[in-house]
């Protein structure tokens, strides 16, 4: 059974910075693509920022680019989501999820079939 733990989320100042990491273990970490999407508050789920099977490929939501850098460790079966210059509107709960199938980097919710429980982070205004 594949499973995805999320941690790092929590309380930040606007313009701050958070890690979030997520291990997965029960599979072969490094068959799945890996992303990060996030939940805000009363809104859906949406993309934040994904990579291929090697890292080497990567995608990003407009919103993030620039301040967000998701990376892999193969080795330690983690995916990291570094987040600068923290927004309000960065506000929600973040996922990890799995595609197994991909080598590319999807975006669809759909394409996802392995998540973690979510880690909420928090940037008042």
Do not use: H
Request: aromatic share 12%; proline share 4%; charged share 15%.
């Amino acid at each position: 059974q594949v499973r995805l733990v999320e941690s790092g989320g929590g309380l930040v100042q606007v313009g701050g910075s958070l890690r979030l990491s997520c291990v997965v273990s029960g599979g072969t970490f490094s068959a799945y693509g890996m992303a990060w999407f996030r939940q805000p508050p009363g809104k859906e789920r949406e993309f934040v920022a994904g990579c291929n099977r090697s890292g080497v490929l990567t995608k990003y939501a407009d919103s993030v680019k620039g301040r967000f850098t998701i990376s892999r460790d193969n080795a330690q079966n983690t995916v990291y989501l570094q987040m600068n210059t923290l927004k309000p509107e960065d506000t929600a709960v973040y996922y990890c999820a799995a595609d197994p199938i991909s080598f590319t980097v999807r975006t669809s919710i759909s394409n996802y079939d392995y998540w973690g429980q979510g880690t909420q982070v928090t940037v008042p205004s």
